[in-house]
């Protein structure tokens, strides 16, 4: 061990879904300020590994912050104290020597938790199934440059594909609201010619599932993009708006 | 030499350029009806796997893909960062499909397979065209046209880039095509599995054992073909640039059922990685190689100057890879470059606490672009400040969240500071061997993307790997599979009470049972770290004879304690990460002595295989091409035992040189 600082943790401990769960205190010496926030449950796990207790499971892969796999409820807020940080690109730095952290899973109706601090966020993957693309069978396509976009919209519709689904918007909502993830998805979509084609239906078909997984309203708190570990504007949820009541006015679908 | 009877690599007949059009025209077709008839499963929904799933389904076939993370999209291929090469030539700056061919073959230190490496390029430019049409944004300049940028080992710019996000927006494009056919049904997804067996029956694969991560069952699943788009076995180094999931398991299951390992030993170590800061360390994180771009490498004439980089004065630094290769400098390709940092770092010029480390530096390219702004703005006086205030603008908006990330990772800000960086384990060019078909020595068992061994050689060049995962998904298998499946049509429905899938299963069960029955005092982690230090030192940046019998007698004895000595924390019946990892582990203990076995059988250095008996006077690798040209494919005899296949690599459309960057 190689770091001065002490720490006093709270976490949640859960065995599966089905079950109630509750907090676990640890104690954790000698945390390196250079240790990333999920290498400190790494070293913590080792312990508990070592003392015979079962370690924490927590979701985790690239550890680069793209991924969108971490999610830890830290202090209160999604992915911890700082803005515009995943989990795992959280450094120890950010705390100080004696800190008590408290560690809980996202809190949401729609994101169940599974163990631990791992939630199912299959609610996602389905909302994107519902009508998350561009209906282009692969072969089909035309020259890539044989249809210019406007580097302003496809900017924009950059920032809002950079969402990484981690669900931070829906934990930090008070209502578990997921409009800013949905929203990001058909931001990016009507804001490029290609996506202009089942621009209505899309918008339709991703709100009615997105009420159908269970997930709040929205009341323009703001509290999502604020937590947004990708900054993810809320202009993206107006935007939404506006489509789907477009869409709606005209609608003879969903 | 003589191609081993063993390997039939199929490839198609006449020149090299036609051979792909003419195969499209003439590979067996399934017909609609047929198509619904016939399951294949797909490992992995990363790039290829991904887009192999999503496209096959939409030709009509039925799909299951599985994926050990909590959703496709979170496969490794969304952290790739700088960008996509594709021969679209839209600089004009002579590009073609040949140089692009050409240049993959010379990267790769001509280790590759030319028909492979052709079609590669043939198919580049479509995936470009697919992605626009999925609404990949990527980056554009004021006319509403793609933006290109340079990688290395290249002298054109064929690069298509989405910020430092291109993996992510190509992933994400790959993904809403495969959600599109999972809501249409056609496409059965499987989160939060993962394989951990291939089944086969009378010689050809039938389908996988997969374990359900959260209940911890075994499920048997058959399929009239499997297909592994599992990715690279970097993570056999313990520290990489890999995410912490990545492992080997689904390959090396498929190699110990009869699947060939091709070229084990090539493994790329990229030469721009934030260093390593401590002990606690748990994984990696690469700066793109798009940062050669604009960033200067340089470190101290002086040895052990421990001055802060930015004052140490221009005179007293020493740019050694414009020095040392000036055609193409800074962009030379990754294994050159990061063989050359470390040189300086062992020769005592490193800098930083540890010394592993040189510097990246943008402060001349801040200068420059902020003249070019001034300059367009009709400024000519412009201040020192203001010039150095936009140029920082112009670098932000270039590598913005690659400058985030390297900050938040270690504390220091890159635009008044040079990075300081030092070479990682990144991506391994070795996997399954496969045919012209992307199919492995199993029939009906097929590799894809990173996974398997083909395209890139010894070395890969930088933006060709996401090149090679969507065209081996979008373009490729959904051809070349036809061959195999046309064949199939009347195999009917595979049964999964068959008696190898239920020998398969138990065998599978007997392994978890194994682990959890040992109950040692060593973590599964704590194996894992020693492992990566044997192989990081032995069979990393630079290899010897020596090293390498004393690597393969480590590893033996590594793995003898770990079957002793593990300790796996909970049970099999439940949601157990612990298990996972211990169950992954213990391939790459396998797999390491493997690559080790490779690299010393190998007695030449090409490419990312550095061995320090061959090089030349100045230090670059010596390639044997008499006795070495060959591709290593080995079987797996058992009770890690293994037999090398050669494949003979012929070049008729290139010259082969000694490889010069100079």
Same mark, same amino acid.
């Given at each position: 061990?190689?770091?001065?600082?002490?720490?006093?943790?709270?976490?949640?401990?859960?065995?599966?879904?089905?079950?109630?769960?509750?907090?676990?205190?640890?104690?954790?010496?000698?945390?390196?300020?250079?240790?990333?926030?999920?290498?400190?449950?790494?070293?913590? !796990?080792?312990?508990?590994?070592?003392?015979?207790?079962?370690?924490?499971?927590?979701?985790?892969?690239?550890?680069?912050?793209?991924?969108?796999?971490?999610?830890?409820?830290? !202090?209160?807020?999604?992915?911890?104290?700082?803005?515009?940080?995943?989990?795992?690109?959280?450094?120890?730095?950010?705390?100080?020597?004696?800190?008590?952290?408290?560690?809980?899973?996202?809190?949401?109706?729609?994101?169940?938790?599974?163990?631990?601090?791992?939630?199912?966020?299959?609610?996602?993957?389905?909302?994107?199934?519902?009508?998350?693309?561009?209906?282009?069978?692969?072969? !089909?396509?035309?020259?890539?440059?044989?249809?210019?976009?406007?580097?302003?919209?496809?900017?924009?519709?950059?920032?809002?594909?950079?969402?990484?689904?981690?669900?931070?918007?829906?934990?930090?909502?008070?209502?578990?609201?997921?409009?800013?993830?949905?929203?990001?998805?058909?931001?990016?979509?009507?804001?490029?010619?290609?996506?202009?084609?089942?621009?209505?239906?899309?918008?339709?078909?991703?709100?009615?599932?997105?009420?159908?997984?269970?997930?709040?309203?929205?009341?323009?708190?703001?509290?999502?993009?604020?937590?947004?570990?990708?900054?993810?504007?809320?202009?993206?949820?107006?935007?939404?708006?506006?489509?789907?009541?477009?869409?709606?006015?005209?609608?003879?679908?969903? | 030499?003589?191609?081993?009877?063993?390997?039939?690599?199929?490839?198609?007949?006449?020149?090299?350029?036609?051979?792909?059009?003419?195969?499209?025209?003439?590979?067996?077709?399934?017909?609609?009806?047929?198509?619904?008839?016939?399951?294949?499963?797909?490992?992995?929904?990363?790039?290829?796997?991904?887009?192999?799933?999503?496209?096959?389904?939409?030709?009509? /076939?039925?799909?299951?893909?599985?994926?050990?993370?909590?959703?496709?999209?979170?496969?490794?291929?969304?952290?790739?960062?700088? $960008?996509?090469?594709?021969?679209?030539?839209?600089?004009?700056?002579?590009?073609?499909?040949?140089?692009?061919?050409?240049?993959?073959?010379? *990267? *790769?230190?001509?280790?590759?397979?030319?028909?492979?490496?052709?079609?590669?390029?043939?198919?580049?430019?479509?995936?470009?065209?697919?992605?626009?049409?999925?609404?990949?944004?990527?980056?554009?300049?004021?006319? $509403?046209?793609?933006?290109?940028?340079?990688?290395?080992?290249?002298?054109?710019?064929?690069?298509?880039?989405?910020?430092?996000?291109?993996?992510?927006?190509?992933?994400? $494009?790959?993904?809403?095509?495969?959600?599109?056919?999972?809501?249409?049904?056609?496409?059965?997804?499987?989160?939060?599995?993962?394989?951990?067996?291939?089944?086969?029956?009378?010689?050809?694969?039938?389908?996988?054992?997969?374990?359900?991560?959260?209940?911890?069952?075994?499920?048997?699943?058959?399929?009239?073909?499997?297909?592994?788009?599992?990715?690279?076995?970097?993570?056999?180094?313990?520290? =990489?640039?890999?995410?912490?999931?990545?492992?080997?398991?689904?390959?090396?299951?498929?190699?110990?059922?009869?699947?060939?390992?091709?070229?084990?030993?090539?493994?790329?170590?990229?030469?721009?990685?934030?260093?390593? =800061?401590?002990?606690?360390?748990?994984?990696?994180?690469?700066?793109?190689?798009?940062?050669?771009?604009?960033?200067?490498?340089?470190?101290?004439?002086?040895?052990?100057?421990?001055?802060?980089?930015?004052?140490?004065?221009?005179?007293?630094?020493?740019?050694?890879?414009?020095?040392?290769?000036?055609?193409?400098?800074?962009?030379?390709?990754?294994?050159?470059?990061?063989?050359?940092?470390?040189?300086?770092?062992?020769?005592?010029?490193?800098?930083?606490?540890?010394?592993?480390?040189?510097?990246?530096?943008?402060?001349?390219?801040?200068?420059?672009? $902020?003249?070019?702004?001034?300059?367009?703005?009709?400024?000519?006086?412009?201040?020192?400040?203001?010039?150095?205030?936009?140029?920082?603008?112009?670098?932000?908006?270039?590598?913005?969240?690659?400058?985030?990330?390297?900050?938040?990772?270690?504390?220091?800000?890159? /635009?008044?500071?040079?990075?300081?960086?030092?070479?990682?384990?990144?991506?391994?060019?070795?996997?399954?061997?496969?045919?012209?078909?992307?199919?492995?020595?199993?029939?009906?068992?097929?590799?894809?993307?990173?996974?398997?061994?083909?395209?890139?050689?010894?070395?890969?060049?930088?933006?060709?790997?996401?090149?090679?995962?969507?065209?081996?998904?979008?373009?490729?298998?959904?051809?070349?599979?036809?061959?195999?499946?046309?064949?199939?049509?009347?195999?009917?429905?595979?049964?999964?009470?068959?008696?190898?899938?239920?020998?398969?299963?138990?065998?599978?069960?007997?392994?978890?049972?194994?682990?959890?029955?040992?109950?040692?005092?060593?973590?599964?982690?704590?194996?894992?770290?020693?492992?990566?230090?044997?192989?990081?030192?032995?069979?990393?940046?630079?290899?010897?004879?020596?090293?390498?019998?004393?690597?393969?007698?480590?590893?033996?004895?590594?793995?003898?304690?770990?079957?002793?000595?593990?300790?796996?924390?909970?049970?099999?019946?439940?949601?157990?990460?612990?298990?996972?990892?211990?169950?992954?582990?213990?391939?790459?203990?396998?797999?390491?002595?493997?690559?080790?076995?490779?690299?010393?059988?190998?007695?030449?250095?090409?490419?990312?295989?550095?061995?320090?008996?061959?090089?030349?006077?100045?230090?670059?690798?010596?390639?044997?091409?008499?006795?070495?040209?060959?591709?290593?494919?080995?079987?797996?005899?058992?009770? !890690?035992?293994?037999?090398?296949?050669?494949?003979?690599?012929?070049?008729?459309?290139?010259?082969?040189?000694?490889?010069?960057?100079?």
């Amino acid at each position: 061990m190689e770091g001065n600082m002490n720490l006093s943790l709270k976490v949640w401990r859960q065995s599966n879904k089905d079950t109630a769960g509750g907090f676990e205190n640890y104690n954790l010496d000698s945390v390196s300020p250079d240790m990333s926030f999920l290498e400190m449950f790494d070293v913590l !796990n080792e312990k508990l590994v070592v003392e015979g207790k079962e370690p924490i499971a927590f979701d985790h892969d690239c550890r680069e912050g793209i991924c969108g796999s971490c999610a830890m409820y830290i !202090n209160g807020r999604p992915h911890g104290p700082l803005k515009g940080v995943t989990t795992c690109q959280l450094h120890m730095r950010s705390f100080n020597d004696g800190d008590t952290i408290v560690v809980e899973p996202w809190r949401a109706k729609a994101f169940p938790v599974l163990k631990d601090l791992v939630v199912d966020r299959d609610a996602f993957d389905r909302i994107m199934s519902s009508g998350g693309f561009i209906s282009v069978n692969t072969g !089909n396509a035309q020259d890539a440059n044989s249809l210019p976009v406007p580097k302003e919209a496809a900017d924009d519709a950059f920032s809002a594909a950079a969402c990484i689904a981690c669900g931070a918007c829906v934990a930090a909502c008070k209502n578990a609201s997921a409009m800013l993830f949905v929203s990001a998805k058909i931001s990016q979509l009507a804001l490029l010619p290609q996506g202009q084609a089942e621009r209505s239906i899309r918008a339709e078909k991703m709100v009615a599932q997105m009420d159908a997984e269970g997930f709040g309203a929205c009341t323009n708190t703001g509290a999502c993009s604020a937590e947004c570990p990708k900054e993810i504007s809320m202009s993206n949820i107006a935007r939404m708006n506006r489509e789907y009541i477009g869409a709606k006015f005209s609608s003879t679908a969903v | 030499m003589a191609t081993s009877s063993r390997l039939d690599a199929k490839i198609p007949q006449g020149p090299l350029e036609t051979k792909w059009s003419k195969f499209r025209s003439s590979v067996p077709l399934v017909n609609p009806a047929n198509k619904r008839n016939l399951e294949i499963i797909v490992i992995g929904t990363g790039l290829a796997g991904a887009s192999a799933a999503a496209t096959l389904a939409e030709l009509g /076939y039925k799909v299951k893909a599985f994926c050990f993370q909590d959703s496709p999209r979170r496969a490794h291929s969304i952290a790739a960062q700088g $960008g996509i090469n594709a021969a679209k030539n839209y600089q004009n700056d002579g590009d073609s499909i040949h140089r692009l061919f050409y240049d993959t073959v010379k *990267g *790769g230190d001509y280790r590759a397979r030319e028909a492979n490496v052709h079609r590669l390029a043939e198919v580049s430019g479509s995936i470009i065209d697919q992605c626009v049409a999925q609404g990949v944004p990527f980056a554009r300049e004021y006319g $509403g046209l793609l933006s290109n940028r340079s990688f290395g080992g290249v002298q054109v710019q064929r690069t298509f880039y989405a910020a430092g996000q291109t993996g992510q927006q190509l992933l994400l $494009g790959a993904y809403s095509g495969l959600q599109r056919q999972v809501g249409m049904g056609t496409v059965q997804m499987y989160n939060r599995h993962e394989m951990l067996d291939v089944v086969v029956i009378d010689g050809k694969c039938r389908g996988i054992i997969a374990r359900n991560l959260i209940t911890g069952e075994l499920e048997r699943h058959a399929g009239h073909a499997v297909l592994l788009c599992s990715g690279g076995y970097g993570n056999v180094f313990y520290l =990489s640039t890999n995410a912490l999931g990545s492992n080997v398991t689904a390959a090396w299951k498929a190699h110990k059922r009869g699947a060939f390992f091709g070229n084990p030993c090539f493994t790329q170590i990229h030469p721009t990685c934030i260093p390593v =800061s401590g002990e606690h360390q748990s994984k990696l994180t690469l700066m793109s190689e798009s940062l050669r771009n604009d960033g200067r490498i340089w470190v101290p004439k002086a040895k052990n100057d421990n001055r802060p980089g930015n004052e140490i004065p221009e005179e007293e630094r020493d740019y050694y890879l414009e020095r040392r290769y000036p055609a193409f400098g800074n962009l030379v390709p990754r294994d050159i470059a990061s063989r050359a940092a470390k040189e300086r770092c062992d020769a005592g010029y490193g800098v930083g606490t540890s010394k592993l480390a040189v510097y990246l530096d943008f402060a001349a390219a801040v200068q420059r672009y $902020g003249r070019a702004e001034a300059n367009k703005n009709n400024i000519h006086n412009a201040s020192d400040v203001d010039i150095t205030l936009w140029g920082k603008a112009v670098v932000k908006e270039k590598y913005g969240n690659l400058f985030d990330m390297y900050k938040q990772i270690t504390g220091e800000d890159p /635009y008044e500071v040079p990075m300081r960086i030092y070479p990682a384990v990144h991506y391994t060019m070795g996997g399954l061997w496969v045919d012209y078909n992307l199919m492995t020595t199993v029939p009906g068992l097929y590799s894809l993307g990173e996974a398997n061994f083909s395209d890139h050689g010894a070395n890969r060049l930088g933006a060709s790997a996401l090149m090679q995962g969507l065209a081996d998904g979008y373009f490729v298998i959904p051809y070349t599979i036809g061959a195999y499946l046309a064949s199939e049509i009347r195999t009917g429905k595979i049964s999964t009470d068959h008696e190898a899938f239920v020998r398969t299963e138990k065998e599978v069960k007997d392994r978890i049972d194994r682990l959890l029955s040992i109950q040692g005092k060593t973590s599964p982690e704590t194996f894992h770290r020693r492992l990566g230090k044997i192989m990081w030192d032995k069979c990393g940046m630079a290899r010897n004879e020596k090293g390498l019998k004393e690597a393969i007698a480590e590893i033996r004895q590594l793995r003898e304690e770990f079957w002793k000595d593990v300790k796996v924390m909970g049970t099999a019946g439940y949601f157990n990460p612990e298990l996972d990892k211990a169950n992954r582990i213990a391939d790459f203990m396998e797999l390491g002595e493997l690559m080790c076995i490779d690299a010393l059988d190998r007695n030449e250095s090409c490419g990312g295989h550095f061995r320090e008996e061959y090089q030349t006077e100045e230090g670059e690798a010596l390639r044997d091409d008499e006795n070495y040209m060959y591709v290593s494919a080995w079987e797996n005899l058992g009770n !890690n035992k293994w037999e090398l296949h050669k494949e003979e690599l012929v070049y008729e459309n290139i010259k082969i040189a000694q490889r010069s960057y100079k």
